[in-house]
């Protein structure tokens, strides 16, 4: 949804990158929701990035935006220093808010307040300090995140940037889904898990160690050594 106006020249002069299966901070997109179930629900869209590597990255100067794709439209600076293995939640509702509808503690950063929505079919777009992309996700109206959230169906499908492969939640999945808390939820209504997801990126395949001959895999075959012959025949 293009809810900013743009001039010719600016978006001439920018030329986004392509997300790959595997980024320089670890931190992907792990869960979103475009739209709530109702105007009184209270739950508001969001998404969810996830720091998966096992230092902390700091969002200072970092940026979220849909298909505009342009760096710096809503910055994301407030998340601070993210440690291994956290998630940060951006919403358009109040944080407090939020934390109280999912069951969050307080100690889980959420931005609230975010007013340039996503739509049913749009783009969630993740920069870094130096406006350089770090992941996308670009979406259609399947899956339909209508108050239900989604998220991948395998590890493997992080920052690959293929929504086909993400699933509605459903309470009691791989992320653990839970029904929010307002009137009137019901388990086809309104599920999801924000902070933490469950599912965890591959781990790297690791090099077989070298072995004490500087061989992979073990030490060379050992040559069979031919005795000499002796002649004539029978000579000691």
């Known amino acids: 949804m293009k809810r900013l106006l743009l001039s010719l020249a600016a978006a001439a002069a920018f030329i986004a990158p392509a997300a790959h299966a595997a980024n320089d901070y670890d931190v992907y997109i792990t869960e979103w929701m ?37 760096p710096l439209v809503k ?12 998630s940060v939640i951006l919403t358009e509702i109040d944080a407090n808010e939020f934390r109280t509808r999912w069951g969050l503690d307080a100690s889980v950063k959420v931005i609230g307040g975010y007013s340039n929505n996503l739509g049913n079919g749009d783009e969630i777009n993740l920069f870094d300090a130096n406006q350089q992309l770090v992941d996308r996700l670009t979406y259609g109206t399947s899956p339909r995140t209508l108050g239900r959230t989604g998220h991948a169906v395998s590890s493997d499908v992080f920052g690959t ?14 992320e653990t889904a839970v029904i929010p808390a307002f009137a009137g939820a019901t388990a086809s209504s309104a599920t999801g898990r924000p902070a933490p997801p469950r599912l965890r990126p591959p781990a790297p395949a690791r090099r077989p160690a070298p072995s004490p001959t500087g061989c992979p895999g073990g030490p060379p075959p050992r040559r069979r050594r031919r005795r000499p012959r002796r002649w004539p025949p029978g000579s000691p």
């Open 75 to 86: 910055r994301l600076t407030e998340f601070g220093l993210v440690a291994a293995g956290e």
């Open 34 to 70: 475009y739209k709530g179930v109702g105007p009184d629900d209270g739950l508001g869209e969001f998404i969810e990035f996830t720091n998966f590597g096992t230092t902390a990255v700091d969002f200072t100067g970092w940026s979220f935006d849909d298909d505009s794709r342009l």
């Open 161 to 174: 940037n293929q929504a086909s492969k993400w699933v509605l939640s459903t309470v009691g999945d791989l």
